[in-house]
């Protein structure tokens, strides 16, 4: 059965700052890997979707790469920002294609 | 639509009471998926659609929970005989597959959710 977690649980760090959010799974059988946003009270925003053939994905400030043979992905955002705070889920999909597995998630708090 | 509308997005009931949860995925998406979100918890996947072939059901935690698909369109999420450990978030997901795969372009979209208070 497919694990993810994620490490932190939770980060507080001051505006401007780079951070790396961790997330790792247990089979590294997967089709595609995703990073998701989630604001209080919100649902799950898309941020960037990795395939299992492809070692990383950009958009903006964020940089996602995904080293499928030992089980990681790391979440990069560059020039954190107070509008950054939320809880970032990695979720893994696997060859069957059925469903995501989803992380704890990290709870991010940028500081102005 | 242009996103993913569930309904209601707040919804309070009594226990023992029945629930129906509504879901309107991103039109032209094959695949639908339901997940629950409880307190402090992770995403816990309950259900999923895929064109007219028969849902994988392994997620449901019990059999009061049922899910349908009406059209490849809509789907319902019906809780029997609420208890309270039913609270939680209730989200729902939808993704445009082709044949074994995914599209590249499209990962998971998923609605707001709908808040189920169990008291």
């Known amino acids: 059965k497919q694990e993810v977690t994620q490490i932190p649980a939770a980060l507080s760090v001051p505006e401007g700052e780079n951070l790396v959010l961790n997330c790792s799974f247990t089979d590294s059988a997967i089709y595609n890997l995703q990073w998701f946003r989630q604001d209080p009270g919100k649902g799950l925003t898309s941020l960037l979707l990795?395939?299992?053939?492809?070692r990383e994905q950009t958009s903006g400030r964020l940089n996602a790469s995904l080293d499928k043979s030992s089980g990681r992905s790391t979440l990069y955002i560059a020039a954190s920002q107070p509008g950054d705070s939320a809880t970032y889920l990695c979720a893994v999909m696997g060859n069957a294609g059925n469903m995501l597995t989803f992380g704890g998630g990290t709870r991010l708090m940028v500081k102005p | 639509g242009a996103g993913v509308s569930q309904s209601p997005s707040n919804k309070v009931t009594e226990k023992g009471k029945d629930v129906e949860l509504r879901c309107d995925p991103i039109?032209?998406?094959?695949?639908l998926y339901w997940y629950r979100q409880s307190l402090g918890q992770g995403l816990e996947f309950l259900i999923y659609?895929?064109?007219?072939?028969?849902?994988?059901k392994s997620g449901l935690p019990s059999d009061r929970f049922s899910a349908e698909r009406t059209g490849g369109s809509v789907s319902t999420l019906t809780i029997q005989r609420t208890q309270q450990e039913d609270s939680a978030v209730y989200l729902c997901a939808s993704s445009f597959r082709l044949g074994s795969g995914f599209s590249y372009n499209y990962g998971y979209t998923f609605g707001s959710g709908t808040r189920l208070t169990v008291v």
């Open positions: 659609f895929q064109g007219n072939s028969a849902p994988d």
């Open positions: 990795i395939q299992s053939s492809q």
């Open positions: 039109s032209g998406h094959t695949a």
